[in-house]
Every structure is written in C-alpha cells, then in structure tokens.
C-alpha cells in the first residue's frame, strides 16, 4: 500500500485472486448508505448534483428515502452515510431526534458520514439567519487529506457567487471557506469521521460545476470519512491527447508531415487525429499509416478540409476531391456548416462516398473507432454509415445531431453530468456558460444508434483548447492545468488542440521542450498514456458495470461486481496507514452478469 498523493502517485496493478459465483455473497456485505428526502425542497442536489458524481467515481451506494423506512430499522454494514442535501428534515416523516440516535450509533460503530446539511450531524454554533457570498472559496493553510492537492490558503474563482449561511462550529477544522464561513468542515469526536459541506451548491456550473477544481475534494472527503478498507470503482490515471483539424504541416518547418506526433510519443502521448482527409500530401498519408500500424497515434475523418480559395492558402488538396460545397472557409463531411442546416439527402451520401473513396485510394488506412465531426456538427442520416461501414463506436460531440454550432444550440444531454435538464449552450459564451468544461462520457441513442460519447475539453482554462504557441512556460502551464484537472477528478484526461490552429506555428524545438515538460509535471500521478481507441473501451466498460458491495475478512477484501465489460476494468482499495491514507488499484477481467473477486488489502 502507498500513500495517495499528487507527488506520489504510483500504482499496483494486479489481480491477486479471482473467482465466480452465481449468486451475490451478503454475509457482512459492506457498501454507502445514500438517505434523502423526498418531501424537502432541496432533494434536487440529490438526483441532479450528487448521484451523477457517486456514479462516476464508481462509489457502491444505496439510495434510501426517509420517508418510506424508519431510520432506526436500516440495517446493513454501512462504510460511509451520506445526507445528501441540504434542509434534510424540511417536510420528512422522521424526527431530528431519530436521524441523531440513528447517525450516533452508526458514528459510534467507527462509520463515517459525510453531509451536505451544514446542521446535520453537528450543528453550527448559532444558526445564522444571515448568509454570506462570494465568487471564490479559499483553503485553509493547514494541509489535510481532502485538500491535499490544493496550496496552503489558494484561493479558488467561481464563475458566480455562492451564498451559504454565516455560521462556524465549536469543534473541527474548516478546510474550505467563503468569506470566513465554512464550506467544507471535518470533524472526528468518535471512532467515526464526519464531513459537513455547508452546501453542494457549487456543483451547479452555474457556480462552478463539474470539472472546475473541486471535484477532488469531493471523493477525498467520501474517502477520508468512510471506515476503511474502502472501495471504489473509479478510473486509473488514463491519459490521452486529441488534435483537430489535421493536415500535416510539417513540411512548414522542413520537417516530415507528422514530425510533431513523434515528438509526443517521445513524452507518452499518442495522438489521436481529426483529419482534414484532402490536406494530407501523399508523403504524409504514408507516414501516417506507419504511425497507425505502430500503434502510435489513431485517425479518423473530421472535415473533406481546407481548399485553397485564395492564393495565400498554401493547403495541400487532393487532386481528385469533390467540387466544393461552400464559398468560403472549410468543406465539411457530415453536416452543411455554412449554411446552418443539413446537406441534401444526396449530398450528404456523396460526401461519405468521396470518404470511403479517398481511404480506398489510400488503403490500407484504418479508422480510428472514435469520430468527432468538424464542429461536432453531423446529421442523424449520416450515423447509420459512420457505425456500419467506418465502424464507429465513439462519438465526441457536445450537441445534438441535425443542429449547428452556436450560442443558441443547447448543449448535449449526456452523463455523467450533463443530465437531469441541467442546462447550457455549446457555443463559448460565458453569459451562457459557454466557458464551462465538459466532460461527456456517456452513451447517446440518435434514432435508434446508439454511441458512446466521449468529449473532454476544460474551456474555463482558455475560454476553450489547450492553445498551445511558442511561450514555452504558459503552453506548459495551461496543459498541466487542464490534464490534471481530469486527473485529480478521477477522470479520462485529454490534452486536446488543433494543428492547422496552433502546432503548426510552433517552433518544433519548443514544442519539443513543451511535451517534455507537462511529462515532467504529470510524472507523480504516474499517467497511463493510451491511445484514445483503448482508453475509450475502458472508460465504457466503467460505465457499464459497478460495484454491488464488498467485504472484509481479515486481510483480504472480496467484490461483487455486476454488468458487463469486454476490457479490463479497474478498482481502488483504499486502507488507513501510517496517519494517512494509501491505496492501490487491482485490475478487473472481462465479465458478462455477476462477477466476484477477492484481493489481498496489505497490511491493516
């Protein structure tokens, strides 16, 4: 076992043992006890904030209403209860008397609980009838587990003021606050741990939301409350690398097409490749299918691409592509961009044809299972060719087919957090919370297609990409903060950009230094460097199975999983050790229906 933190982030991955059953063990089975209330005002952050964060990080929870058991009747061997809103009691059918016996017993027990009623399980000193806001929360300068990946006193922004009550607590330690009030407060009076958030309004992305910076937070303080050992099905640290509009530029710096995919496989990444199909010069079609066959980086269509309408445009064009659709700007495959609406029925198939021609003409070029269309524009006629014939399991769009990009188009309904009606525009926007990150990972069904979507892009950063250029120390920065915000968030991290915007005017020797660098900066998370087409199959996999519950017997810990996987999947164990909290992650095989396993958890 190993102390989990940012500096010191490496991994053991192993199957120590596993075997099948055909029925799920129960016998001291452990697992989260998830209460809400139905009747009360709040019970929204339930359903809409908090279950969409329990399911991606793979946390083994129970959801129960307290308005249809009596408190004092929930049996089970719970590792950690979590009060899932605030006004908890507002309207319930249980008495406050009742949830305080039920939580002291369960405290008593060594049981953690985290809350997000700032009066429950402790209240505050005097209950505030006045409230304070702000646009930043500010960390405390002692260092915690929870907030270990944050500095002593940050201060971290808001895109709008949260408001909680002014209130503080006669024990515990604040470890987060909004002007002197305390959001986040920790507390251990008994064998147990106890997490009061003051409010889960912050996961709003009217306030700050999903991919923001405190996601981290939130799963260490689960982590740190529940009676170990404790488990949870989240992902390894998976990183990957997107780049859009590719052409093959390299020739500008007397250099191979993709001299700069070489470079970032030198530092881990293997690039995954939006091309713009009619740029990309014969020599670079050859090299291209040498980094595919090599396992290197992986491509699929994005855009016919660039014409050269004018003299200054200096593109590369396939001598035998289509007459252009447009006037102006790019030619684009899936969607009629131009004009903000889709291309003819036969257009549109003359356009996947011309696709299939020019990988015909060019073969053998695989294409990647992972599409994205220019603009994440496509129409819903196009899906039936792109899954049939391309084999396309992976989308990665941010707005529903048949709709153009813009600051009207809503944004995509899809898990793990944009669901529930919770709502905003794919145009970048900040009034329209255009500068929100997203992170998609989740299936969409289009007519009877059904997909899995993958879409990470941390906008808040830069208002929207990496943007990578030629000051070494700031490309450097942003691409540290954006990867480790999926890392620090248990998430599929993506370093993502365009080549015909930004690495094409990089100076190959900086942007050498540049990859160089964020590998230096991510090396304490240990980052499993993937292409996007494996990485994909996990993420999935985590999607379609979870953990049951688990058990401990002396130094092994069993789990019950359920669902189905083709590719392995992964798991924390997570043990108190030496004042701190270590963990490992052991590696799951593929199972279809009910799977269990049984690992060794180290020493108690």
């Known amino acids: 076992m190993i102390q989990l933190t940012r500096n010191t982030f490496i991994l053991f991955l192993a199957i120590l043992s596993f075997n099948f059953s055909c029925k799920k063990s129960t016998t001291g089975t452990q697992q989260v006890l998830v209460l809400y209330n139905s009747n009360s005002n709040e019970v929204d952050q339930h359903e809409?904030?908090?279950?969409?964060?329990?399911?991606?990080?793979?946390?083994?929870?129970?959801?129960?209403?307290?308005?249809?058991?009596?408190?004092?009747?929930?049996?089970?061997?719970?590792?950690?209860?979590?009060?899932?809103?605030?006004?908890?009691?507002?309207?319930?059918?249980?008495?406050?008397?009742?949830?305080?016996?039920?939580?002291?017993?369960?405290?008593?027990?060594?049981?953690?609980?985290?809350?997000?009623?700032?009066?429950?399980?402790?209240?505050?000193?005097?209950?505030?009838?006045?409230?304070?806001?702000?646009?930043?929360?500010?960390?405390?300068?002692?260092?915690?587990?929870?907030?270990?990946?944050?500095?002593?006193?940050?201060?971290?922004?808001?895109?709008?003021?949260?408001?909680?009550?002014?209130?503080?607590?006669e024990s515990g330690k604040n470890l987060i606050n909004i002007t002197g009030a305390p959001l986040l407060a920790v507390f251990q009076k008994e064998a147990g741990k106890v997490v009061q958030w003051t409010s889960l309004g912050w996961a709003r992305p009217q306030i700050l939301g999903p991919w923001a910076g405190l996601d981290d937070c939130l799963w260490r303080s689960m982590v740190w409350a529940a009676k170990k050992p404790f488990v949870m099905q989240s992902l390894p640290p998976l990183v990957t690398m997107r780049v859009d509009d590719v052409a093959g530029r390299g020739h500008l710096w007397n250099e191979s097409a993709f001299y700069w995919v070489h470079i970032a496989n030198k530092y881990g990444f293997k690039p995954w490749m939006s091309l713009f199909i009619y740029n990309v010069t014969p020599d670079g079609i050859q090299e291209l299918r040498q980094i595919i066959k090599e396992g290197k980086g992986t491509a699929s269509p994005h855009a016919l691409g660039r014409p050269p309408r004018t003299a200054d445009i200096d593109f590369y064009y396939y001598p035998d592509a289509l007459e252009y659709r447009a006037k102006e700007y790019d030619e684009f495959i899936f969607y009629n961009h131009q004009e903000r609406k889709n291309f003819s029925d036969d257009i549109l198939q003359e356009n996947l044809e011309a696709v299939d021609k020019w990988y015909d003409a060019n073969a053998p070029l695989p294409i990647s299972n992972y599409l994205v269309p220019h603009h994440g524009e496509i129409a819903i006629k196009a899906l039936p060719h792109i899954k049939e014939k391309w084999g396309i399991e992976f989308l990665g769009i941010g707005l529903?087919?048949?709709?153009?990009?813009?600051?009207?188009?809503?944004?995509?309904?899809?898990?793990?957090?944009?669901?529930?009606?919770?709502?905003?525009?794919?145009?970048?926007?900040?009034?329209?919370?255009?500068?929100?990150?997203?992170?998609?990972?989740?299936?969409?069904?289009?007519?009877?297609?059904?997909?899995?979507?993958?879409?990470?892009?941390?906008?808040?950063?830069?208002?929207?990409?990496?943007?990578?250029?030629?000051?070494?120390?700031?490309?450097?920065?942003?691409?540290?903060?954006?990867?480790?915000?999926?890392?620090?968030?248990?998430?599929?991290?993506?370093?993502?950009?365009?080549?015909?915007?930004?690495?094409?005017?990089?100076?190959?020797?900086?942007?050498?230094?540049?990859l160089k660098k964020i590998n230096e900066a991510l090396a304490g998370y240990e980052p499993w460097y993937m292409l996007t087409d494996d990485a994909l199959r996990i993420v999935r996999a985590h999607t379609t199975s979870k953990i049951e519950n688990f058990k401990h017997e002396n130094n092994t810990i069993t789990v019950d999983f359920t669902g189905s996987t083709d590719v392995e999947t992964y798991f924390y164990i997570f043990q108190d050790e030496d004042n701190t909290i270590a963990h490992k992650i052991v590696a799951v095989p593929p199972f279809e229906g009910f799977f269990q396993l049984s690992s060794d958890i180290g020493p108690d």
């Open 400 to 514: 529903e087919p048949d709709l153009p990009w813009s600051d009207k188009t809503p944004w995509l309904q899809c898990g793990p957090f944009r669901v529930n009606g919770i709502k905003g525009t794919i145009g970048l926007n900040p009034d329209l919370m255009g500068d929100r990150p997203e992170y998609y990972n989740g299936f969409v069904n289009f007519s009877g297609y059904e997909f899995f979507n993958s879409r990470v892009v941390v906008r808040d950063v830069t208002g929207y990409e990496w943007e990578p250029d030629n000051d070494v120390g700031a490309t450097v920065d942003r691409a540290v903060e954006q990867l480790t915000r999926s890392l620090d968030g248990l998430g599929l991290a993506t370093l993502f950009t365009h080549e015909t915007d930004f690495i094409y005017l990089i100076k190959p020797k900086n942007w050498e230094e540049e």
């Open 48 to 169: 809409e904030l908090l279950v969409p964060y329990l399911e991606h990080f793979g946390i083994p929870y129970v959801a129960q209403d307290i308005n249809r058991s009596k408190l004092l009747e929930i049996t089970g061997e719970w590792s950690l209860i979590i009060i899932s809103h605030m006004k908890f009691l507002d309207g319930a059918n249980q008495e406050s008397e009742q949830l305080k016996a039920f939580l002291k017993k369960e405290i008593q027990s060594g049981t953690g609980v985290v809350s997000f009623d700032e009066a429950i399980p402790y209240k505050p000193k005097s209950m505030a009838n006045m409230s304070v806001g702000n646009d930043s929360v500010h960390f405390a300068n002692e260092k915690h587990y929870i907030t270990e990946w944050h500095k002593p006193g940050e201060k971290m922004r808001l895109f709008n003021a949260l408001n909680i009550a002014n209130n503080s607590y």
